[in-house]
């Protein structure tokens, strides 16, 4: 699998350094000891995928790294990810009992990387759950962590399984969409290389856009799982929008990991306030942005971005500019873009501007960073699947659609929860496929 689009520039590298280093190994095996190794494991509890903290923990402390590798594989395909992407404040890290004692929490997260990244320098491959091959035949559609998680299932039981992706690349918001700092890359693309190499297939530039492309794959699949993820940015809906220098959060993140954009000057706006608007604002400056705002409509104390994420971009130096809205965007006789902006209030559910409060914000790049829409109307009428909300409407345990032959996960389902939710959503669905009536009978 080629990675010759991820940049390598050695700047940049300096630029997005990671956040959380590496443990150094006697720092892992100190940090191991302090476990509890509590019998009923709030800290697995909160894991979306059950990991055995615990139990691979107690491996690490023992000298096995690789037998905690396993341990974490077995729950989670994708657990070197999650290590370094997970919010541990708020899942394992967060549940730890470590917090009634006052004391620090295990870090879990940093472990779990210890363990994952020590198993992919010795280029292994996690164990076949089953032997028997299964003849039955799987299409993924969409490359990200559900569909990962989900075809990795499929094949360590025996079935065939294969992905179906639009980009070059695959992975999905792991590889394009999540910041530089928190995962890199080529980390994301070591795992798929992995699931590669258990023997998924998978299938680049390919888009299903049409009813022919769905009869075509169910012409030739047993069955087909939905982890399409959630489609384009949402607009602002403001006049001027698609004037040149305004770039979505994905797509600027996107275009720096893949090394189309290497570096940024001047002022960036950035509107929203989720994760993923922080990631941008973050982005900015590490790119060389002077000056980097974050507009958002509500205050501080209702911004949807974890705590955490918060603290830390006021630590990269970004700005936020709270109850203020973008109105319009125009360009100034230098080419530079204005962005007009008002103070609004609250009232009930309510945002009212402000009277006599406009205010133009000069800048070189404008950000929208407000969401993303859902990408499930083609499923709906062409297929019959039950779509509320735009979200398709799946069960909680078994992903299974109002579709027969159609299973579905991750963010298309949930509405774009965490890379952890999303490899949960696989897992479940890949051994929902598995114990239907018509491949449990040929076991």
Same mark, same amino acid.
């Given at each position: 699998?080629?990675? /010759?689009?991820?940049?390598d ?6 630029r ?7 443990l150094?190994?006697?720092a892992? !095996? ?10 009923? /494991?709030?800290?697995?509890a ?6 055995d903290?615990p139990g ?11 037998? *905690? /590798? ?10 070197s990810?999650?290590?370094? #992407? ?17 004391? =620090? ?8 990387r ?7 320098? $010795? ?9 028997a091959?299964?003849?039955?035949? !799987? ?6 962590p ?9 094949r @360590?039981?025996? *079935? &065939? ?6 980009r ?16 890199? *890359?080529?980390?994301?693309?070591r795992?798929?290389?992995m ?7 998978f299938r ?14 169910e ?10 993820g ?9 006049p ?11 797509e ?10 290497? &570096?940024?000057?001047?002022?960036? #706006? ?6 993923t $608007? ?21 205050s ?14 006021k ?7 709270? @109850? ?8 100034n006789e ?5 962005v007009? +902006?008002?103070?609004?209030? =609250? ?12 205010? +133009?914000?000069?800048?070189?790049l ?8 859902p990408? +499930? ?30 299973f ?6 949930n509405?774009?929860?965490?890379v952890?939710?999303?490899? $949960?959503a696989?897992?479940?669905? *890949?051994?929902?496929i598995? &114990? ?8």
């Open positions: 699998m080629s990675t /010759a689009t991820i940049h520039d050695p700047q940049l590298r300096a997005f350094s990671e956040l959380k280093p590496a150094a190994p006697q892992a !095996v100190i940090e191991a000891d302090r476990c509890l190794n509590c019998f009923d /494991a709030p800290c697995t909160a894991c979306p995928t059950h990991i903290v691979f923990i107690k491996r690490i402390a023992s000298g096995n790294v690789r037998g *905690a /590798a396993l341990r974490i594989l077995d729950a989670n395909i994708l657990g990810s999650c290590a370094r #992407v997970c919010p541990v404040d708020v899942l394992c890290e967060g549940a730890c009992v470590m917090h009634w004692h006052n004391r =620090q929490p295990i870090q879990i997260g940093l472990l779990q210890h363990a994952m990244d020590a198993f992919y320098a $010795a280029s292994e491959l996690p164990p076949m759950a089953s032997t091959a299964r003849n039955i035949k !799987v299409a993924c559609v969409g490359g990200g559900a569909s990962l998680a989900c075809a990795a299932e499929l @360590r039981r025996g *079935a &065939e399984a294969t992905i179906i992706e639009r070059t690349l695959p992975g999905g918001l792991n590889t394009y969409g999540v910041a530089e700092y928190k995962l890199r *890359a080529a980390d994301s693309l795992e798929v290389e699931i590669r190499r258990i023997g998924v297939e680049f530039g390919v888009s299903i856009d049409s009813e022919a492309d769905l009869e075509k794959l012409s030739e699949f047993n069955y087909v799982f939905l982890g399409i959630l489609g384009a940015m949402q607009q602002l809906g403001i001027g929008e698609d004037a040149e220098g305004v770039m979505n959060a994905l600027l993140i996107a275009a720096y990991k893949t090394g189309h954009l290497r &570096e940024l000057h001047g002022t960036v #706006v950035v509107v929203g306030g989720g994760n $608007a922080i990631d941008a604002a973050n982005a900015a400056r590490r790119l060389g942005a002077e000056t980097v705002y974050l507009l958002y409509r509500r501080a104390d209702e911004i949807p971005a974890f705590d955490f994420e918060y603290e830390h971009a630590q990269e130096g970004v700005q936020f500019l709270w @109850r203020r809205q973008p109105l319009a965007v125009r360009r230098h080419g530079r873009l204005l007009d +902006t008002v103070q609004v209030r =609250q009232l009930d559910k309510t945002l009212l501007p402000i009277p006599d409060s406009h205010y +133009t914000i000069a800048c070189d404008l950000v929208p960073a407000i969401g993303q829409s990408l +499930t109307q083609l499923i709906r009428e062409l297929r019959g699947i039950e779509v509320r909300d735009g979200r398709i409407v799946a069960d909680p345990f078994t992903g299974h659609t109002s579709n027969p032959r159609y579905a996960g991750g963010d298309c389902v509405g774009g929860r965490e952890v939710d999303a490899v $949960a696989g897992k479940r669905a *890949a051994l929902a598995l &114990e239907t009536p018509e491949v449990a009978a040929h076991a």
